[in-house]
Every structure is written in structure tokens, then in C-alpha cells.
């Protein structure tokens, strides 16, 4: 690669922060408030994708989206003091910083969510933007390329699941998939990611070697 990359886009849920089994349980307890089957952590893997209005249509659509989300969020925040970030993503974010990376947040959690396990975790700094609640991160990203002038290859897209990778596709730069998360490694690779990361720190050494290579 001749170009080394200079901008790291990040997912959060899956990719920084290991919330997926409390992100199952909130959803189990709406599926029980509506008397639906609930699901084990293996169906609810293989089910769940974003955009989230789209998931919710296949699994309650004759409930507003907007009740979904009251009763979801409710449950979820019960949860959220107890969420850790993943392994290795603390170690990550410093690497990135004294290397002079710039990092964007680019996920779908609610900002309070985000804000509240940042701000206890302290790593709000590290990042030179952040961005919640995006509802289609397809978009969303193919605007930030053409705000911030990314190009191809010095931009990378590091996300666990499948819509992250198609968000990269569809802005034209780099994507990491992250086993780290919501999506399967047989569903990651079949929406064929730039390059595919047991976890941060696997991600964190093809940085190390990208950062040598001459320009």
C-alpha cells in the first residue's frame, strides 16, 4: 500500500465497547413485554443487522419504531454502568493518538449511551469527531468522505458488522471487519471487507506496518 492511512473511522458497539450481551438482553426483555420467542446470543447474532429500523420490521413491525426504542433504550440503560470496552481497544486508541491518527466515532448507539460509557471509560478525547445516532452509516460516511476530502486508501472504516463494511464500500475507502462483535465471521466475509481483524490489536500491528510503508 503506498499510501500510509491517516484517518481511522470507528464503530462502537462491537468494535470498541463489548456491550453485546447486554445489547441481547435489552432486546430479549422487549421481545417478553410483547409476548414474542426470545432469542439465545447465537440467533440473535445471526438475526440482528443494521440499520436498526429494518431489524426492528423483521422481528415486532407492528410496533412503532419510536415505542421500540422507548421501551429498548430503557432497558439498556439499566445496563449500561456495567459495560466494558472490548480487550485491547484502550491500548488501540493511544497507539492511534501518539501516531498522530485521527480518530472519528461513527456509530448508531444514542448519544447518552455513547456519552455516558466514553466519558467513564475516559476516552472522549481521543477522538477529533464524534458521530451518534446515525441512522444509515452508508450515508452518513459517503457525506463525511466528501466533507473531509478522504481518499481510497488513507481512510479505514473498522466496524463489526456487515453494514459498516457496506458503508465503507459505498464511500470508496478501506474497510476493517472486526471478529470482535455482532457479526459472524462467515457474514463478514461474504460482504468482502479490505481486511478482516481477529481483534483491535491484530488491527493495531497492520496499522504499525501501513505507518512503514513509503509513501
Same mark, same amino acid.
Given at each position: 500500500?503506498? @499510501? $500510509?492511512?491517516?484517518?481511522?473511522?470507528?464503530?462502537?458497539?462491537?468494535?470498541?465497547?463489548?456491550?453485546? $450481551?447486554f445489547?441481547?438482553?435489552?432486546?430479549?426483555?422487549?421481545?417478553?413485554?410483547?409476548?414474542?420467542?426470545?432469542?439465545?446470543?447465537?440467533?440473535?447474532?445471526?438475526?440482528?443487522f443494521? $440499520?436498526?429500523?429494518?431489524?426492528?420490521?423483521?422481528?415486532l413491525?407492528?410496533? *412503532?419504531?419510536?415505542?421500540? !426504542? #422507548?421501551f429498548?433504550?430503557?432497558?439498556?440503560?439499566?445496563?449500561? *454502568?456495567?459495560?466494558?470496552?472490548? $480487550?485491547?481497544?484502550? !491500548?488501540?486508541l493511544?497507539f492511534?493518538?501518539?501516531?498522530?491518527?485521527?480518530?472519528?466515532?461513527?456509530?448508531?448507539?444514542?448519544k447518552?449511551?455513547?456519552l !455516558? @460509557?466514553?466519558?467513564?471509560?475516559?476516552?472522549?478525547?481521543?477522538?477529533?469527531?464524534?458521530?451518534?445516532?446515525?441512522?444509515?452509516?452508508?450515508?452518513?460516511l459517503? @457525506?463525511? #468522505?466528501e466533507?473531509?476530502?478522504?481518499? *481510497? #486508501?488513507?481512510?479505514?472504516?473498522?466496524g463489526?458488522?456487515?453494514?459498516?463494511?457496506e458503508?465503507?464500500?459505498?464511500?470508496?475507502?478501506?474497510?476493517?471487519?472486526?471478529l470482535?462483535?455482532?457479526?459472524?465471521?462467515?457474514k463478514?466475509?461474504?460482504a468482502?471487507?479490505?481486511f &478482516?481483524?481477529? !481483534?483491535?490489536?491484530?488491527?493495531r500491528?497492520? &496499522?504499525?506496518?501501513?505507518?512503514k510503508?513509503?509513501?
Amino acid at each position: 500500500m503506498s @499510501q $500510509p492511512i491517516g484517518t481511522i473511522l470507528l464503530d462502537w458497539s462491537g468494535t470498541l465497547a463489548d456491550d453485546l $450481551p447486554f445489547v441481547h438482553r435489552a432486546a430479549n426483555q422487549v421481545l417478553t413485554l410483547y409476548r414474542k420467542p426470545t432469542m439465545t446470543i447465537e440467533e440473535f447474532r445471526e438475526r440482528f443487522f443494521l $440499520p436498526l429500523r429494518d431489524f426492528y420490521q423483521t422481528i415486532l413491525p407492528e410496533v *412503532p419504531l419510536e415505542t421500540l !426504542d #422507548r421501551f429498548y433504550h430503557a432497558a439498556f440503560r439499566f445496563f449500561r *454502568p456495567r459495560i466494558p470496552l472490548l $480487550p485491547h481497544a484502550a !491500548d488501540f486508541l493511544e497507539f492511534c493518538r501518539t501516531r498522530g491518527l485521527r480518530m472519528i466515532l461513527l456509530s448508531t448507539i444514542q448519544k447518552d449511551h455513547f456519552l !455516558d @460509557q466514553a466519558g467513564r471509560h475516559g476516552i472522549l478525547d481521543y477522538f477529533a469527531e464524534i458521530h451518534t445516532e446515525v441512522v444509515d452509516k452508508r450515508v452518513t460516511l459517503s @457525506q463525511l #468522505r466528501e466533507e473531509r476530502g478522504f481518499t *481510497p #486508501r488513507d481512510a479505514i472504516f473498522l466496524g463489526d458488522m456487515v453494514h459498516d463494511i457496506e458503508a465503507a464500500h459505498a464511500a470508496g475507502i478501506l474497510s476493517g471487519a472486526l471478529l470482535t462483535g455482532y457479526d459472524t465471521r462467515a457474514k463478514l466475509e461474504a460482504a468482502r471487507p479490505s481486511f &478482516l481483524f481477529a !481483534d483491535l490489536a491484530e488491527a493495531r500491528s497492520f &496499522l504499525e506496518e501501513n505507518r512503514k510503508s513509503p509513501a
